[in-house]
């Protein structure tokens, strides 16, 4: 199975900017093109939920808050997804993690902190 293992939070004020960063291992990882990769936020006291996904074709979706501030995309090659925000707010804070979709093992996550 794939694991992931996620980078890049950090504490941004609002409007800011971050990239995060999935690297995935594991046995199958030579699979990595095939699957639909997604990123998941858990916001403090509330469940975790898919805000952007990105299958084998490039083709992406997203939830409707992040809707033209977020981008997911992926380089296979290096087995790698990426999500870019970009004018953050308050409400993006969360621990954000990537996985397949439907999720298989979670990895740490990371934390991203929108703060003034």
């Known amino acids: 199975q794939l694991e992931f293992v996620e980078s890049g939070g950090g504490l941004v004020q609002p409007g800011g900017s971050l990239r995060l960063s999935c690297a995935a291992s594991g046995s199958i990882f030579s699979l990595f093109s095939i699957y639909t990769i997604a990123w998941y936020r858990q916001a403090p006291e509330k469940e975790r939920e898919l805000v952007a996904r990105?299958?084998?074709?490039?083709?992406?979706t997203y939830v409707d808050s992040v809707k033209g501030r977020f981008t997911v995309f992926r380089d296979n090659a290096k087995n790698t997804a990426y999500l870019q925000m970009n004018s953050l707010k308050p409400e993006d804070t969360g621990v954000y993690y990537c996985?397949?979709?439907?999720?298989?093992?979670w990895g740490q996550g990371t934390q991203v902190t929108v703060s003034s």
């Open positions: 996985n397949l979709d439907p999720p298989g093992k």
């Open positions: 990105i299958i084998h074709s490039g083709r992406t």
